[in-house]
Antibody
Framework: EVQLVETGGGLVQPGRSLKLSCVAS????????MSWTRQAPGKGLEWVAS????????YYPDSVKGRFTISRDNAQNTLYLQMNSLRSEDTATYYC????????WGQGVMVTVSS | DIQMTQSPASLSASLGETVTIECRAS??????LAWYQQKPGNSPQLLIY???SLADGVPSRFSGSGSGTQYSLKINSLQSEDVASYFC????????FGSGTKLEIK
């Protein structure tokens, strides 16, 4: 059974940093691209970052480019999202997803950016 | 950037009815389109990929169609467990989601 379990969320002040983790199981992790997608409270879905299966290439929308970094440790079956210079508009539930478009999603982790 | 325009924003239908949700892309996305269902309090789940391929375990009353810039999701014989929000997503050029459709039972 494919499982994606995100951790690392919480309350953080504007301008500070936070790192999310996603532990994957039930599939061969290094065969898949992985992505992060977020959802602000009561809002729609927004793609945040993607990484190739080797980790050699990463992709971001303009809204987070230069502030967020996606990475992976294939030996540990773990995906990461380093979030720097956080803003109030980054407040959302962050989902780890398998593949480029997301055939499996984690349960999500809440990030609240507030003073 | 590719924009996805999804309609309607909300929809109310009776049990057993057929409903259709539409997504229009701002440019040709060559059928690189997925549909997701998100039930209240849950994560999104993949329904359709490549515009018309049913994801594993998804009931056959769900179907996708379209090409170019116009795509649709059809739900036949609406059931109570179909109450959810539905999102389209293009993956032809990075990833963009539609704004969502909230489906309720009349």
């Amino acid at each position: 059974e494919v499982q994606l379990v995100e951790t690392g969320g919480g309350l953080v002040q504007p301008g500070r940093s936070l790192k999310l983790s996603c532990v994957a199981s039930g599939f061969t992790f290094n065969n898949y691209w992985m992505s992060w997608t977020r959802q602000a409270p009561g809002k729609g879905l927004e793609w945040v970052a993607s990484i190739t299966n080797s980790g050699g290439s990463t992709y971001y929308p303009d809204s987070v480019k230069g502030r967020f970094t996606i990475s992976r440790d294939n030996a540990q079956n773990t995906l990461y999202l380093q979030m720097n210079s956080l803003r109030s508009e980054d407040t959302a539930t962050y989902y780890c997803t398998r593949g480029y478009y997301g055939d499996y999603w984690g349960q999500g982790v809440m990030v609240t950016v507030s003073s | 950037d590719i924009q996805m325009t999804q309609s309607p924003a909300s929809l109310s239908a009776s049990l057993g009815e057929t409903v259709t949700i539409e997504c229009r892309a701002s440019e040709d996305i060559y059928s690189n389109l997925a549909w997701y269902q998100q039930k209240p309090g849950n994560s999104p789940q993949l329904l359709i990929y490549d515009a018309n391929s049913l994801a594993d375990g998804v009931p056959s009353r769900f179907s996708g169609s379209g090409s170019g810039t116009q795509y649709s999701l059809k739900i036949n014989s609406l059931q109570s467990e179909d109450v959810a929000s539905y999102f389209c997503q293009q993956y032809n050029n990075y990833l963009t989601f539609g704004s969502g459709t909230k489906l309720e039972i009349k």
